[in-house]
């Protein structure tokens, strides 16, 4: 069965709603599972659980109230399948963080912008400033 797109939310949707340190860890699960094909039409909470088994202990219905929170704030969709809900991604690990990063950048002072991209810069290795410039470049390149 085909796996259906993610949704179309842009990095440049309105909110990027930010997520606590167990959505977060729940959000990863769900991608790791999508990138491997294992929850192709998406997770249940069963299935989300069963990914802590071993890694921490963790209640079933906090899963599913962490799911049900990230749903809420359209970080993830859901599906009914049978008494079950299946829920996936909204959007791609990258799309997301590109969203919190460009959210971040829009609450800060236009005067400030500039020295809050160098300090974060500052700390970039080799690799990751050539990452940048390559992405620049291609971002020139579409004329954007």
Do not use: C
């Not at 997520?19 to 909470?45: K, P």
């Not at 659980?49 to 921490?56: L, V, Y």
């Amino acid at each position: 069965m085909a796996r259906p797109p993610l949704s179309p939310r842009s990095p440049s949707s309105p909110r990027s709603p930010r997520m606590g340190d167990l959505e977060r860890v729940v959000m990863e699960h769900l991608w790791e599972s999508m990138a491997q094909d294992e929850a192709e039409g998406g997770a249940t909470v069963r299935d989300v659980h069963a990914k802590f088994a071993g890694e921490r202990e963790i209640a079933y219905t906090t899963v599913m109230t962490v799911l049900d929170r990230l749903s809420r704030k359209d970080l993830v969709t859901r599906v009914r399948d049978g008494r079950a809900w299946r829920y996936r991604p909204s959007d791609t690990r990258e799309a997301l963080t590109a969203a919190t990063m460009r959210n971040t950048l829009d609450e800060i002072d236009v005067t400030n912008r500039r020295l809050a991209l160098l300090h974060f810069l500052d700390g970039a290795s080799s690799a990751e400033l050539a990452d940048l410039k390559a992405a620049l470049a291609e971002i020139e390149a579409r004329g954007s």
